[in-house]
Each structure stands twice: as C-alpha cells, then as structure tokens.
C-alpha cells in the first residue's frame, strides 16, 4: 500500500504459492505509528501513569541514586504518547464485542529470521501467525507492545473481519 514503511505485502502471496496467504510487516521505521498493544488489563494503564508520576517526583525532588533505564522511559513516554492519541478519537456508542481468534507466534532473535527485509514483525494469513523479534532477557522473552499490538490488529482484522487494518487507520482519523 501506500504508506512507506508499513506495507501490505504482495510479496508474500508469491512466495507461498497460496492466492489468499498474505505477510504483513511491522517495519521499525514507522513503529511509532503502529496501534499501541494495550493489554486488556484495566489496571495496566493507571499503573503506568502511577511509575510516571513517581518518576517525575523523584527527578522533580533531585533524587539523584535513583535511575529508570532509559528504555523504560521510552516505552513508558511511547505507550502515554499513543494512548493519547487514540483517546482524542471520537467514537460511535456499541454495545461490548466479542471475539476469537487464534494465534502462531513465533519469537526470533534476529530482523532476518523473520522472512521480510527490513520487518520487525509480520502476520501471515491464514496460517494466523505472528512473526516478531524479541529479546531474551534473565530468562524470560520480552516483546515490544506496540509491535505486538499492530500484528494482532492484523489477526484481528482477517479473521473476524470486524476491525480496522492498522496499516490504514488514518482512514479512520488515527
Ligand atoms: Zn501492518
């Protein structure tokens, strides 16, 4: 399509061989404009705002021994930043909508075992699978939201067929 960056691939069709198989990737130039991952925790977002307000306390106290990692900082600022961006959107009443969907996700370690040049992550239908770089660390795999929220849109979008494609939501305003 379009949009540099973020593009749905006809690549993709070509190289499964199935008409209807589609990858889409999450290229990390446009990230910041992908769909926010927020999780359906209804507590997940004043917690957030809650270590910011803290954070700004402590900087704003000249607290100096105490440090948040930089890419805290930088989650944290780009998960308010969305949000607010999201929440200016005006919305149209409805009653809750339900779903489900399935979902493959497969963490690699590296942008090349993801199969697209330059992708950070890509959703492939109809084999319903996210593929995403992810880090390792103490043990556990830790994934960027906005990246995992983006190709779960996409899921979203091809098999409930409800939901907007997160390639294209300035067509909505977003
Ligand atoms: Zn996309």
């Keep these: 399509m379009?949009?540099?960056?973020?593009?749905?691939d006809p690549e993709g069709k070509k190289r499964s061989g199935n008409g209807d198989f589609k990858?889409?990737?999450?290229?990390?130039?446009?990230?910041?404009?992908?769909?926010t991952g927020l999780c359906g925790k209804p507590c997940a977002l004043p917690a957030r705002l809650l270590v910011v307000a803290l954070f700004a306390a402590f900087v704003s106290s000249g607290c100096t021994f105490f440090a948040i990692a930089p890419a805290t900082v930088a989650r944290m600022d780009g998960f308010d930043a969305?949000?607010?961006?999201?929440?200016?959107?005006?919305?149209?009443?409805?009653?809750?909508?339900?779903?489900?969907?399935?979902?493959k996700v497969i963490v690699v370690d590296d942008m090349s075992a993801?199969?697209?040049?330059?992708?950070?992550?890509?959703y492939s239908h109809p084999e319903g699978a996210i593929r995403i770089v992810g880090k390792k660390i103490n043990g556990k795999i830790v994934?960027?939201?906005?990246?995992?929220?983006?190709?779960?849109?996409h899921a979203l979008e091809y098999q409930d067929g409800g939901f907007a494609n997160p390639d294209k939501l300035e067509e909505f305003g977003y």
Excluded at 2 to 8: A, D, H, L, Q, Y
Excluded at 114 to 122: H, K, L, S
């Design 2 to 8: 379009s949009i540099p960056g973020i593009e749905t």
């Design 23 to 35: 990858v889409l990737p999450f290229l990390p130039s446009r990230g910041e404009r992908a769909a």
């Design 82 to 103: 969305q949000w607010r961006g999201f929440n200016s959107l005006k919305t149209d009443r409805f009653d809750p909508y339900e779903t489900e969907i399935r979902i």
């Design 114 to 122: 993801i199969g697209y040049p330059g992708a950070v992550a890509t």
């Design 143 to 153: 994934l960027c939201p906005a990246v995992l929220g983006h190709e779960v849109q």
